[in-house]
């Protein structure tokens, strides 16, 4: 499985972003979708997750209520749709693949897309 982030940027706090992760492939639907993100000096984060048929997801707590993860199966794509944004929000966006279920933790995932950067200036 390949995986391609785009929809990063540079924007203001409060506005909002949505980010796109495409994947290659037929077994798309085979793999639960992660979002994490890393700012600089600091260990990749998870941010959200979202079930292969998209039923469940899972976000961390400073993100809940601003970030909504989805996914579209026929178009083998996860989105991350980003309101609210905060400097501290700030980071490289990874999607990443787990095959069967959700998981937390960078480890568990099989597949990662190269990244797309987010700078939200105060």
């Known amino acids: 499985v390949q995986l391609q982030a785009s929809g990063g940027g540079l924007v203001q706090a409060g506005d909002s972003l949505r980010l796109s992760c495409v994947a290659s492939?037929?077994?798309?639907?085979?793999?639960?979708m992660g979002w994490f993100r890393q700012a600089p000096g600091k260990e990749r984060q998870f941010v959200a997750a979202?079930?292969?048929?998209?039923?469940?997801?899972d976000y961390v707590d400073s993100v809940k209520g601003r970030f909504t993860i989805s996914r579209d199966n026929a178009k083998n794509t996860v989105y991350l749709q980003m309101k609210s944004l905060n400097p501290e929000d700030t980071a490289v966006y990874y999607c990443?693949?787990?095959?069967?279920?959700?998981?937390?933790?960078?480890?568990?995932?099989?597949?990662w897309g190269q990244g797309t950067e987010v700078t939200v200036s105060s």
């Open positions: 492939g037929r077994t798309f639907s085979m793999y639960a």
């Open positions: 990443a693949a787990r095959r069967v279920i959700m998981g937390t933790v960078p480890r568990e995932y099989d597949y």
């Open positions: 979202i079930s292969r048929g998209g039923g469940n997801t």
